[in-house]
């Protein structure tokens, strides 16, 4: 089993056979699950499942979890526009990596799925955006 390491921001992400694994994305994962189970316990099939949803909603609202914007502003909102765009083409490298999970898949502890890797790349273009966007790379009167 290959695996290749590539820089991603803060953490290292890791890739064997197309998958994407994240560690900080991993930990997350491990400690909602561990506050599911210790709030979410003694309830009916019904009650844990809004439970379980308003969990990852404040973990998604604290920006821990990748592929929202919160996330992005939380990992990446100081970061300049020429850095913003250097995130971007580091998640276009690895993104022919990650998989689309269906229906019947389920993701694995800590992976970046491509609808993740797609919502930080619009997210990352949307901050660009909100910063003014990309400079020109001449200006105009220089032709």
């Given amino acids: ?7 991603f921001g803060v953490s290292e992400i890791r890739t064997a056979h197309a998958q994407i694994i994240d560690p900080e994305w991993q ?3 491990a400690t909602m699950k ?4 210790k709030q979410c316990r003694h309830m ?5 499942l ?6 990852q909603a404040s973990y998604e609202a604290r920006g821990l979890v990748p592929g929202t914007m ?3 502003r939380r990992r990446f909102g100081g970061e300049s526009v020429q850095g ?3 995130e971007i083409r580091s998640i276009n490298r690895t993104y022919s990596q990650a998989r689309h999970i269906g229906t019947y898949e389920h993701p694995l502890p800590g992976e970046l799925t491509a609808d993740m890797q797609q919502g930080n ?3 990352l273009s949307k901050l660009i955006e909100e910063k003014g966007g990309m400079p020109p790379l001449l200006p105009f009167g220089n032709r």
């Fill in 84 to 86: 913003l765009d250097q």
């Fill in 44 to 48: 009916t099939l019904g009650r844990k």
């Fill in 34 to 37: 561990a506050d599911e189970q």
């Fill in 121 to 123: 790349v619009s997210y």
């Fill in 70 to 72: 919160s996330y992005v």
């Fill in 50 to 55: 809004h439970c379980f949803e308003q969990l």
């Fill in 1 to 7: 089993m290959a695996a290749v390491v590539a820089g």
């Fill in 27 to 29: 930990a997350t994962q």
